[in-house]
């Protein structure tokens, strides 16, 4: 069985977020992201707008804490759909995430982060033996990176995503993800 969303493509989707932060003043999109994940027989691939905060909390030695909204589409696709192993299940998910980063102050070079947001899938997540009995979910991640001059941002996280036991079953599912993202 196959469950079909129809939904733009990624790189429609992925050129007007880029379009509209090109065009925004800088208190607007401050970067855009393209991410690619795996995990449970499931792969992902989204696209994200970020917004950086003002605030720095913690500055010593040139490093400080600092933060992001992270506005996510993604787009899932499982490979054993109630665990039949020939049935798919594709979900859309929307998400916003508020995102802590240890940096450099001049923002360049390596960092660590960690956020936990909310999420929207389109349908409940039933695959490879692992359910999430509601489309509301909770997407908590930790990650590193690397930001070069170039404004280029290259990332690895590992996410995790539950309703956080609002409603059984909660197996909760994980995802390696990679993450590239132009800083404008």
Known sequence: MTRHLKTPPVKFLFASIAFIGMQTNSHAIDSTSLEAATGNKTQMVRIGAQWNWEDKWWQSNNMHIGGYWDLTLAQWRGTRYRNQPDATQNITDIGITPVLRFQKDSKTGPYAEAGIGAHLLSHV??????????AFQFGSHLGLGYVFSNKIDLGLKIQHFSNGGIK????????AVLSAKWIF
């Open 168 to 175: 059984q079953p909660n197996s909760g599912v994980n995802f």
């Open 125 to 134: 997540y039933d695959n490879n033996n692992h359910t999430l009995s509601t």
